[in-house]
């Protein structure tokens, strides 16, 4: 390790010497451990860095008002729809999905470096339960998922395949996801197909360029954003990892969201045969401005109709060229945060309101620089509901998270022919559709282990009436299966 004297003259050159202000009255261990987190960081990066933080904070935040008169929707031939489309497209889609799956040539990739401070908990999103009948966490609803769509695949085309689990985390979450899965013996998935990484850490930052010091003996420091999934996979040579295993084809998506289809067959089947090294899935969700939202095409349907879910397909070729070539021109974003540090005098202190800067990359920063970008449109009702907020917000909250997948499995139970009865066992009325806040006429929930998007659910509920609360789960299918 560097000697205090060194990273010293390291911090001068960055103008942040300020950070060993209280070294010398530390105890050795404290001491030795504030050196060991500054080491790493490199003088002419980290001036870089809390310069260009200050500068970010002194523009406006926000789009840039002619961002309006700059937007064009994205052309047809570019575009792909999950519902309402040709049937016998997408047929063809999630045969070749299922293709590629079975081949081995599939991988999922979770971002998950975020903390849930929003959610108001210390501990990974993933471990979440938003009171679901079975109490299943995120990450258990994603393993199982994982599962099925590799027995789907599997018997389809008689073989046995694999795929693999990459998961992003970060210095706050690696340590408790990685234990997390072993207390759960991995979700029966095989331990050495789950690869956990963890991204970069960046100082958070004063408004006016001066790194923050979270106690005397720490720097604060903040994941580098979902878009440092790019260094990170440079770092530890994941893209070679997939190589060895002979991925060629990755679905990137965030840990938040409740209905998320890993490695779902139509979307990559559409992104495959499309030749795009690229893709995004999207709904009818976006922040632009309400008058431009309101914008209709010629046909009479939204003009801006492609929000982005954070829901995306690459090329492993593509990520490679990202890795290599592009990363460096990514340009991070700003976000103000309230952020604990120590004062003039050693004292803790919590702000009240934000006082730091966090720069962050963000994943679909390298959509321009794809050859071939598609967008493939899903309805929002069964793919995207995520989990931001604690139940005191109004919207994307463990209570909406849990009505958006209990309304799901609801229709689904419905569409295979089954009907709901009351405590008393008279027949509950059908609801198929609900508002957004509305709660399913009954609580029903369908295990992915037995159907990944409602399929093959006749076989156990055509013509049976269910008692609210049903779950459907391995072995309730088995006792069910005539």
């Known amino acids: 390790m560097a000697s205090e004297r060194d990273i010293r003259a390291r911090l001068q050159r960055a103008g942040q010497e300020h950070l060993l202000r209280f070294c010398a009255e530390l105890a ?8 060991a987190q500054l080491e790493p960081l490199e003088p002419e990066a980290l001036g870089e860095h809390c ?11 926000g789009p840039p008002p002619e961002l309006a008169a700059r937007l064009r929707p994205l052309p047809p031939e570019r575009m792909g729809t999950a519902s309402g489309g040709d049937p016998q497209s997408r047929r063809l889609w999630e045969e070749e999905g299922f293709h590629q799956i079975a081949l081995n040539k599939v991988a999922v990739l979770l971002l998950a470096g975020g903390q849930g401070t929003r959610l108001g908990v210390t501990y990974p999103k993933g471990m979440y339960q938003v009171g679901l009948p079975s109490q299943k966490t995120l990450y258990q609803l994603q393993a199982e998922r994982i599962r099925r769509v590799e027995q789907l695949a599997g018997e389809r085309y008689g073989t046995r395949c694999t795929v693999p689990w990459y998961i992003m985390t970060s210095e706050f979450t690696l340590g408790p996801t990685a234990e997390f899965f072993k207390e759960h013996d991995f979700f029966h998935l095989d331990p050495n197909n789950v690869v ?29 954003g979902n878009g440092g999934l790019y260094c990170a996979l440079a770092d530890h040579q994941i893209l070679e990892d997939m190589e060895r295993r002979g991925v060629e084809f990755v679905h990137v998506y965030c840990v938040d969201n409740i209905l998320v289809r890993l490695a779902d067959p139509v979307f990559i089947g559409f992104c495959v045969l499309r030749g795009a090294d690229c893709g995004a899935k999207v709904v009818e969700y976006s922040e632009i401005s309400p008058e431009t939202a309101r914008l209709r095409a010629p046909g009479g349907g939204l003009l801006y109709n492609a929000g982005n879910i954070c829901n995306h397909f690459f090329t492993r070729d593509f990520l490679q060229r990202v890795t290599r070539e592009f990363e460096p021109l990514l340009k991070p974003h700003v976000a103000v945060k309230k952020v604990p540090y120590v ?21 679909f920063d390298v959509l321009p620089f794809a050859r071939n970008f598609v967008a493939f449109q899903v309805p929002r009702e069964e793919e ?4 931001k907020n604690a139940d005191s917000a109004d919207r994307d909250n463990p209570s909406t998270a849990r009505r958006a997948l209990l309304a799901q499995h609801y229709r689904w139970a419905l569409q295979a022919g089954a009907r709901f009865l009351g405590p008393r066992g008279a027949r509950l009325p059908e609801q198929p559709s609900l508002p957004s806040s509305g709660e399913p006429a009954a609580v029903c929930e369908i295990s992915p282990l037995v159907s990944y998007s409602g399929e093959g659910l006749e076989v156990y509920l055509q013509g049976r009436e269910l008692r609210s609360p049903f779950i459907l789960d391995e072995n309730q299918a088995r006792a069910l299966q005539p």
């Open 51 to 61: 310069r260009r933080a200050a500068a970010a904070r002194a523009h406006p935040s």
């Open 28 to 35: 050795p261990g404290p001491r030795a451990a504030l050196l």
């Open 196 to 224: 956990m990484f963890e991204q970069r850490m960046l100082p958070a930052v004063t408004f006016d360029g001066r790194a923050i010091l979270e106690r005397k003996d720490k720097v604060a420091m903040a994941p580098d």
């Open 384 to 387: 995207f509901s995520p989990l």
């Open 343 to 363: 004062d003039e005098e050693g004292n803790p202190v919590k702000p009240l309101k934000p006082n730091g800067i966090k720069m962050e990359k963000f994943v």
